[in-house]
């Protein structure tokens, strides 16, 4: 595969000397690859607009995929089982994209994940309208539904966290500049779901087909956004053969525990809150909606402030980040144990906002600091991956456990988020401060 080449940025030294050899046996950087190899913040910010913009597409279907399963004639089982398939294709393909994005250039690698994710996004547009109009049914159906929505846009879609990451990572040495940035990358994945879910429900009121329509088109902004002002990898920046990263590297490991533990519990409260509102409260299915969008909304949004504006000002290193996260969370399960009340109930929402934005940054951040450049690929695979599997067990597991016992769900997350708050608080590598290998 060719490189690809760009002329030198100002920010960039001519003649940049090969790098040494680092102990571990990974080429190492000279002072004047550290500063090539930096991309201008100007490129990284451009880098959150395309991932915003390919969330949003996928974020619009969110608020009108039960509406629209039951105009196609789906079982809810069906979309449960395309979203899960969906899950697995990330968690499985993530370490790919993210150690092909340092081999071929992130420019590459996102041109063809997000033009296949709007080639799945349009033929799923056109299956749900056949669909809706009964003119295909049954198995068909089903299988068209889970190949374009669940195991093509999953496996495409991928692509943009690991890739947005390893690019950020190789780029951004130090532990605090990281922070920021891969805040920033968690609270445009929220504003895009919160975008999204206002956008998707506003648009269908000119009827389910119109967000279909909407989706891909959001899609194809992002490709013309990436095409037209995203520059390419220079050819030094390029890594031939980006190592694969293991799940039980000891350099990873402990965060992966955490970071399963973290998104087991947040997504069970993500698929669980809108039963438990009207369960608890005895409420129609219209005024639960309402209430669960606002509840959703109060959450996602204090998450936003959180990774996007208060972990960049704060002094806080990774680990503690997860400490404190960890702690919030684990506080937001048990008020949702006892919450029997709407304020009672906001409150475990807003602390549970504040622990997941406060949690997210850390985990995301800290595998890196102890991984070269040319690793950051791997790793960022990794990470997204273990988050994919959690949000492909998580559905079956805890509508089963709310399906029991209501209340069950809630203490399984409070125990398994305790767990993951001492487990922070005495792994020694969750202790000591991080290496930042540049």
């Known amino acids: 595969m060719s490189d690809e080449t760009l002329e030198p940025s100002s920010a960039q030294p001519a003649g940049v000397q090969p790098a040494g050899v680092h102990p571990a046996g990974v080429d190492a950087p000279t002072r004047d690859e550290t500063?090539?190899?930096?991309?201008?913040?100007?490129?990284?910010?451009?880098?959150?607009?395309?991932?915003?913009?390919?969330?949003?597409?996928q974020m619009i279907l969110n608020p009108i995929i039960a509406p629209l399963a039951r105009a196609m004639g789906l079982a809810e089982w069906h979309i449960g089982a395309t979203i899960s398939i969906a899950a697995v294709a990330l968690a499985l393909l993530s370490q790919f994209w993210g150690r092909r994005s340092l081999r071929v250039g992130a420019k590459k690698v996102l041109l063809t994940a997000m033009t296949l994710a709007f080639?799945?996004?349009?033929?799923?547009?056109?299956?749900?309208?056949?669909?809706?109009?009964?003119?295909?049914v049954g198995v068909p159906l089903v299988l068209a539904v889970m190949l374009t929505r669940g195991l093509i846009y999953g496996g495409s879609i991928a692509a943009i966290a690991p890739t947005a990451q390893a690019y950020i990572t190789s780029r951004v040495p130090g532990e605090k500049e990281?922070?920021?940035?891969?805040?920033?990358?968690?609270?445009?994945?929220?504003?895009a779901a919160i975008i999204g879910a206002v956008l998707g429900g506003a648009l269908a009121v000119g009827g389910l087909i119109v967000p279909l329509i909407v989706m891909p088109i959001m899609m194809l902004l992002g490709l013309v956004v990436l095409i037209s002002k995203m520059e390419p990898y220079a050819a030094e920046q390029v890594v031939e053969e980006p190592p694969r990263i293991s799940f039980l590297d000891p350099r990873v490991f402990p965060f992966l525990v955490v970071g399963q533990l973290l998104f087991l519990s947040f997504s069970a409260v993500q698929i669980l809150i809108g039963f438990v509102i009207?369960?608890?409260?005895?409420?129609?299915?219209?005024?639960?909606?309402?209430?669960?969008?606002?509840?959703?909304?109060?959450?996602?949004?204090?998450?936003?402030?959180?990774?996007?504006?208060?972990?960049?000002?704060?002094?806080?290193?990774?680990?503690?980040?997860?400490?404190?996260?960890?702690?919030?969370?684990?506080?937001?399960?048990?008020?949702?144990?006892?919450?029997?009340?709407?304020?009672?109930?906001?409150?475990?929402?807003?602390?549970?906002?504040?622990?997941f934005g406060l949690a997210l940054p850390g985990y995301t951040t800290g595998p890196t600091l102890d991984m070269s450049p040319s690793e950051q690929g791997g790793v960022a695979g990794v990470i997204s991956s273990n988050s994919g599997w959690a949000y492909a067990i998580a559905p079956v597991l805890f509508t089963s456990l709310y399906g029991w016992m209501p209340v069950l769900p809630f203490l399984v997350g409070a125990v398994l988020l305790g767990f993951g708050a001492v487990f922070t608080m005495i792994h020694p590598l969750l202790r000591r401060s991080p290496a930042v290998v540049e």
Do not use: H
């Open 119 to 136: 080639f799945a996004l349009c033929g799923f547009a056109v299956v749900a309208w056949l669909g809706m109009q009964r003119l295909w």
């Open 278 to 355: 009207q369960d608890r409260f005895e409420l129609n299915a219209t005024t639960t909606a309402s209430v669960t969008a606002a509840i959703m909304f109060i959450m996602s949004i204090v998450m936003i402030i959180i990774q996007g504006g208060v972990v960049p000002r704060i002094s806080w290193d990774t680990r503690k980040l997860l400490r404190f996260g960890m702690s919030g969370m684990t506080l937001a399960m048990v008020l949702f144990i006892f919450a029997d009340g709407y304020v009672l109930f906001v409150v475990a929402s807003i602390v549970m906002g504040i622990g």
């Open 178 to 191: 990281r922070l920021k940035y891969l805040g920033t990358a968690g609270a445009v994945q929220g504003l």
């Open 35 to 57: 500063a090539s190899r930096q991309a201008p913040y100007g490129q990284i910010k451009l880098v959150l607009l395309i991932m915003f913009l390919a969330y949003l597409g």
